[in-house]
């Protein structure tokens, strides 16, 4: 258990822009911030964060909540796993109430998987730095490779002994269980049943998540038998899904957001090279063909991507057609390649800093257009395969979803290609008119989506800018969902003005949330998250307490966390020009706040009334019993005088 002197100091220290930042790029519009889902893939901004509130929503997914939440949803940790995150990136040092023994057991599987991984990088980097073997193998193999200490240290590179149960042994050892040592494929099982270590003799690359957490390995192979593979990558496994990963990200992140570009290089070693050059913004596919998750991964940082090409010809060709994917996802691709066959880490070893970044900025090329010069080369003089370039090329080009930078494209490449603009815009377009015939129904839905014919049927007039401003817009009271909608509408009122005191005619010096909770105390609360939100708030008040929104926003249960993030935050917000355009005149929620208040306590009790009457008429029709039926009818009566008073209480509210 975290202490809770330690959890008020991690949500003070806590800047939710900063710590969303940190995994998508927002932009700020308004009092908030927006930027693209991290959650599911999207190409219109629909992630909303609120600095005042301290609290984000994704329109998309779904989901909400505090900054420890996003941490919980993105990374899958625990409460207290996010909690020690965010603890870690602002300098706070958690106390526990009692000594922590997740070092040698966890409760979930996933967590296990984490930490004996994060044992491995430990155990990997000693036998480095700390063994003679280490020392003489794996830390002079990355000192010759130019390589610094402070590098080598910030990756937690390390070496793994060249014996055949060195980790294996140290990790058992330590208690750690046999289960998640072979499904991480730190070690692997012999046919007896016993472990040993699957990277004998190897330096080690440990490769991170986006949080920083060391989630798989790579390990390079120093002999020079041939039958010994070059590299030996982890499995996947519960943590690690390598069409998900880039290497390097961790580090890059930070540099990629402020710089506005990603490098992507492709190995280990290309990214350590550029990193330690002062190019910080750098990630490696590590040898395997880019994936539409790990473009989507940048794009949240980035819409702009370098490729930085190894000179082999060959290579570059076969990954040219790959590449299309980038354009799919909407991103700018632009390409530099290396003379004389060198790699980015072979060339940056050579030529240093300074001229390696003058290259970079001198020979990039966007890559439609360097595509098109490389397969033109290759091509030659022969009609036939100068046509194949010329449908290659806008193939690619079809793929680019922005029809005006598809449009600049064809320019250039028709004067490129020596071919008229107007014939490739016609095979253009005959590629695209196949695509949406064959995607007909789900480009009419995308289309719809786009131009917003018609606002969607969870339409919420409710804006997080208005909430803040206390500004209603429009709040239609429905007596459907068995009233749900004013079960919500009473925990809405509760979070924004719950702490106001009350200044109204017969009614003064008291605050509105105890008020509303003495008035409902003889109702029940149907919607079982609105319950219990009602309950805990009861009972704070009756502890001397009066929770705020904060309260809920950071409370534990996700359910609550989520309800209360739906009732602070909506997609939708007036234009600055509203009324100018519609001359509809937006009425301020705390000028009427007397009757929002005791409106939402009144329209509750009405509707709970309203179905009490609907109760007794149903029984009245199937009860025989003369004198049961007199009593049903006395209830029904009684019931009707209470619903008429509420009804001409709610009108005189209203009126007033």
Not at 247 to 267: H, M, P, Q, T
Request: proline letters at 3%; aromatic letters at 10%; hydrophobic letters at 35%.
């Amino acid at each position: 258990m975290i202490t809770k002197l330690t959890v008020d100091k991690i949500m003070e220290a806590t800047d939710i822009v900063e710590v969303v930042g940190e995994f998508v790029t927002l932009k700020k519009r308004g009092a908030n911030y927006v930027g693209l889902s991290p959650f599911v893939n999207e190409k219109t901004p629909s992630f909303t964060v609120s600095p005042a509130k301290g609290i984000f929503k994704d329109f998309s997914s779904g989901k909400g909540g505090s900054a420890i939440t996003f941490i919980m949803e993105l990374e899958k940790f625990t409460y207290p796993e996010a909690l020690k995150w965010l603890a870690k990136k602002y300098g706070i040092d958690v106390e526990e109430t009692v000594e922590s023994t997740e070092n040698k057991e966890a409760d979930s599987r996933r967590e296990s998987l984490m930490i004996v991984s994060g044992f491995a990088a430990k155990f990997f980097q000693e036998s480095m730095w700390d063994t003679d073997e280490g020392k003489s193998i794996g830390l002079s193999y990355f000192k010759e490779r130019g390589f610094t200490p402070e590098v080598m240290r910030k990756f937690e590179l390390g070496y793994s002994p060249d014996q055949w149960e060195a980790f294996t042994g140290a990790a058992l050892s330590a208690g750690y269980q046999q289960e998640f040592l072979e499904e991480s494929g730190l070690s692997v099982k012999r046919d007896n049943g016993s472990l040993y270590d699957r990277y004998r003799g190897r330096v080690m690359f440990p490769i991170h998540s986006f949080t920083g957490r060391v989630i798989a390995f790579g390990g390079r192979t120093l002999k020079s038998d041939k039958n010994v593979p070059k590299y030996v990558n982890s499995p996947e496994s519960e943590i690690y899904h390598k069409s998900n990963v880039l290497y390097g990200l961790f580090f890059a992140k930070k540099s990629i957001r402020d710089l506005d570009n990603c490098y992507l290089v492709e190995g280990y070693a290309d990214v350590l090279s550029v990193h330690q050059a002062g190019i910080e913004n750098v990630v490696a596919s590590s040898g395997t063909s880019l994936t539409v998750e790990q473009i989507r991964l940048i794009g949240r940082l980035t819409q702009n991507i370098t490729i930085l090409y190894d000179g082999d010809a060959a290579g570059i060709k076969a990954s040219l057609r790959g590449l299309d994917l980038i354009l799919e996802e909407g991103l700018n691709v632009k390409v530099v390649s290396f003379p004389d066959g060198h790699d980015p880490d072979s060339y940056v070893r050579k030529v240093g800093s300074t001229a390696f970044k003058q290259h970079i900025d001198q020979n990039k090329k966007d890559f439609i257009l360097y595509k098109t010069s490389i397969l033109l080369k290759d091509a030659g003089t022969d009609p036939l395969r100068r046509a194949e370039v010329i449908r290659e090329v806008v193939e690619s080009i079809a793929k680019i979803p922005d029809h005006i930078k598809a449009s600049v494209f064809i320019k250039e490449c028709s004067y490129q290609m020596q071919i008229e603009e107007r014939v490739l815009l016609s095979e253009l377009n005959k590629m695209r008119l196949a695509k949406a015939k064959k995607n007909n129904q789900q480009s009419e839905r995308q289309q719809q989506q786009q131009h917003g014919e018609g606002p969607p049927a969870d339409f919420d007039y409710y804006s997080i800018e208005a909430a803040e401003a206390g500004t209603l817009i429009e709040q239609p009271v429905k007596d459907s969902d068995n009233g749900v909608n004013q079960e919500r509408e009473i925990v809405r009122l509760l979070l924004l003005y719950g702490n106001r005191m009350i200044d109204w005619d017969g009614i003064t010096n008291t605050y509105i949330g105890p008020f509303m909770i003495a008035e409902l105390s003889d109702v029940t609360f149907e919607n079982p998250v609105c319950k219990q939100f009602t309950d805990i708030y009861r009972s704070q008040v009756e502890n001397g307490e009066l929770p705020d929104d904060k309260f809920f926003i950071h409370y534990d249960d996700k359910e609550i966390v989520n309800l209360v993030v739906d009732m602070l935050a909506t997609k939708y917000t007036l234009s600055e020009n509203w009324y100018e355009m519609h001359k509809i005149l937006i009425t301020d929620e705390i000028d009427h706040l007397r009757a929002a208040i005791l409106g939402a306590i009144f329209h509750l009790k009405k509707q709970k009334v309203g179905k009490l009457l609907e109760g007794l008429r149903k029984e009245l029709q199937t009860t025989e019993s003369a004198i049961d039926q007199d009593i049903l009818m006395t209830r029904y009566i009684q019931l009707k005088k209470v619903e008429k008073h509420i009804s001409d209480y709610l009108g005189s509210v209203i009126i007033k």
